[in-house]
């Protein structure tokens, strides 16, 4: 195939939006550089404004402040039909009244296009979409899976500059969701549209984006790469919010000698490296905390869960403090035992313990310095 | 299983209950009166004729021993009332969805505030009983030189029909999927044309509808019609009927008009029942 590529960089300036007199803004003075043909997924909880970020793009809600450009262009105040987006939305992505050709058609039509022209397309489209034998059946016809490849198809018909997808996804099962993610994946790959895809499941931003913006209460947390993300997460929230299992999150304190301390002193680390600060809180993810019998240890086997070829554990103390830690299932331990855990410091992250921000700590090098 | 049967037999006796009037009537109007009059009562005429509809759409016709007869003396009145309704039903219908459609939708889709306020108040309107605005309506047509006309009665039965299709309106633009217009705008529609080329044929089925309750409660009203058009010359088919009845004494002729008179509003909903039933009346 040979889509008529078109890669517009995105630019959103310093853009805030308010609905009607509410006290908290959607959208609170939001940066946002859009590469041409980049997949950016929108990642955050709900409410943190990402469907209005999508409405602002599109040109469906208008902003109180701010700049909004597309390549050169300063598209303001320039209404949806004249923008060149497509929109998949998160519900009714097609005309429940109109079969599925006409429904893909639509805009097409809107730009008077010439009739053969039209028909190219939606072969072009239904082809890659595998949905040319349901063109003259009305959404309410065909499969929710159907439905998605369609709303895509049409999205995809009108060469956008820009697509929009807002959970695009979530009506589907996690089995589908999964094979259509990386559907779109390819799709990203071949069309090179630049796409901003919104998405509430860390693991579906990601897997697919080149890059991933986290918004949380109309702010934007942090704009990275996925690994990025996951390696150098801003904030402890951040390095919970993308972690995929629960993220330990361990209030330390100074002892002397260098060692930390926490859980009232059940547990006592010591880190390779320089200075630290006399607070923090330490930040190591399941998979970096490793766990091994110790008769000795405070800490116990609360749960076990096998997750495919990994086994999740829960442990605790009797004072009730856990921590979670995920190891391979060569040797599968059982509830109750005694364990140790250790800290993989190459992996371990440091957070102020008052603003959650991350500290530029690194364990196993010598140390750089909070305020 | 047995819920089902308890509905079907619910449903039946209200089959019975609206349907046998009816047919009582249309099975009156087949008979002559001197059959209807006769001591032996019963319910199929032995010597079915049309013969009161003939005379009351001005042609002669023997009677049922086949003494001649002529038209019947109310005929016009029957067919000027059943005229006059159609013009009055026909205006007010489309009155009334040029006002309430757009009304009905800005309710059901934009936000605004004190929308619910407003519904309920247009809602509330519908509580009225027509008699008590029938004297501020009467003083003011009168002034006007309303009273006695059908534009007076176009009016007056708009403040009936467009209260009630905004009400049933707003239920049913509500009911559309909540991004239709966004979608429609990001493929190129401007707000107007969102609503013309997408919102209208999305709910072709609830807008037919409502011009089918538009133009029943028109034809079926009678209160207004009284009131302001009896004895004139736009008199619709309602009080014509009443005076018919109230002066004659054979009630075959008034059965024969009274069937005239079903047959439009059967003849419309008939028409679009196929829309009709496609529709969701939940909620209403
Ligand atoms: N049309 C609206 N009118 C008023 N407030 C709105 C409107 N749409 C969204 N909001 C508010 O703006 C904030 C951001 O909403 P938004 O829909 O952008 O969140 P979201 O990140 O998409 O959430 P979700 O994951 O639940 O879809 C919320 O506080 C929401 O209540
Ligand atoms: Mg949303």
Redesign the interface.
């Known amino acids: 195939m040979e889509p008529e590529v078109l890669q517009v960089g995105i630019s959103v300036e310093s853009v805030t939006k308010r609905y009607?007199k509410a006290p908290r803004a959607a959208l609170d003075d939001v940066d946002l550089e859009i590469r041409p043909g980049e997949l950016l997924a929108v990642l955050g909880p709900s409410g943190g404004g990402k469907s209005t970020l999508l409405?602002v793009l599109?040109?469906?809600e208008p902003v109180n402040s701010g700049r909004l450009r597309f390549g050169d262009e300063d598209v303001t105040d320039i209404?949806?039909?004249?923008?060149n987006?497509?929109?998949v939305?998160?519900?009714?992505?097609l005309?429940?009244?109109l079969s599925l050709r006409k429904s893909i058609a639509?805009?097409l039509t809107?730009?008077k296009l010439p009739a053969e022209e039209i028909q190219r397309r939606i072969d072009e489209v239904a082809g890659w979409q595998r949905i040319d034998h349901l063109l003259d059946r009305k959404p309410h016809e065909v499969s929710g899976g159907e439905r998605q490849r369609s709303a895509v198809a049409k999205a995809l018909v009108?060469h956008p500059a820009l697509l929009l997808m807002d959970e695009p996804f979530s009506a589907v099962d996690a089995q589908l969701r999964r094979q259509m993610r990386t559907e779109l994946a390819k799709l990203h790959r071949q069309f090179g549209t630049t796409t901003v895809f919104v998405t509430h499941d860390q693991e579906e931003a990601m897997s697919i984006a080149d890059r991933v913006a986290v918004m949380r209460a109309g702010k934007l947390v942090q704009v990275a790469d996925p690994l990025t993300l996951y390696r150098r997460p801003a904030s402890a929230w951040l390095a919970d919010f993308v972690s995929v299992q629960p993220f330990n999150l361990i209030p330390v304190e100074h002892q002397d000698g260098g060692a930390l301390s926490a859980f009232g002193g059940s547990l006592v680390l010591k880190p390779p490296g320089g200075p630290l600060p006399q607070r923090l809180d330490l930040g190591v993810r399941p998979e970096h905390l490793r766990i091994t019998r110790s008769e000795s240890s405070a800490f116990r086997i609360l749960t076990r869960e096998i997750i495919g070829g990994q086994v999740k554990y829960t442990i605790t103390t009797d004072r009730g403090d856990e921590l979670v830690a995920v190891r391979s299932d060569d040797e599968v331990l059982d509830a109750d035992t005694p364990v140790d855990p250790a800290v993989d410091w190459a992996h371990a992250l440091a957070f102020d313990p008052d603003s959650g921000d991350r500290l530029d700590v690194r364990f196993n090098e010598v140390v750089a310095s909070v305020s | 299983m047995r819920r089902k049967v308890l509905i079907h037999i619910l449903a039946l006796i209200a089959l019975i209950w609206t349907v046998v009037p009816i047919v009582w009537i249309v099975l009156i109007s087949l008979m002559y009166h001197h059959e209807f009059a006769s001591a032996d009562i019963h319910l199929f005429p032995h010597q079915p004729t049309l013969a009161n509809y003939v005379r009351l759409l001005g042609g002669a016709a023997p009677d049922w021993n086949g003494t001649a007869q002529g038209p019947n003396a109310y005929g016009p009145l029957i067919r000027e009332g059943l005229l006059n309704s159609a013009q009055v039903a026909v205006w007010v219908t489309v009155l009334s969805m040029i006002v309430a459609v757009p009304a009905a939708y800005a309710l059901s889709r934009v936000q605004m505030r004190f929308r619910q306020a407003g519904l309920l108040t247009i809602v509330a309107t519908r509580s009225i009983p027509p008699v008590a605005t029938t004297i501020p309506f009467f003083a003011l047509y009168q002034g006007l030189g309303l009273s006695g006309t059908k534009t007076g009665l176009v009016i007056a039965h708009m403040t009936i029909t467009v209260p009630l299709l905004v009400w049933i309106g707003t239920s049913f633009f509500g009911g559309l999927p909540p991004g239709l217009e966004r979608m429609a705008r990001v493929d190129g529609c401007s707000r107007w044309r969102a609503f013309a080329r997408v919102v209208v044929p999305a709910s072709r089925h609830s807008m037919t509808a409502m011009a089918v309750i538009a133009f029943i409660t028109s034809w079926d009203e009678f209160t207004f019609a009284l009131i302001f058009n009896t004895g004139t010359p736009a008199q619709t088919f309602p009080p014509a009927l009443s005076s018919m009845f109230f002066q004659v004494s054979v009630p075959t002729d008034v059965a024969s008009a009274t069937v005239l008179g079903l047959i439009p509003p059967l003849l419309v909903a008939g028409l679009f029942q196929r829309y009709i039933r496609k529709v969701n009346l939940v909620g209403l």
């Open positions: 009607g409405n599109a040109g469906l209404p949806a039909e004249r923008r987006v497509a929109v939305f998160q519900s009714s992505m005309y429940p009244h639509f805009a809107m730009q009108s």
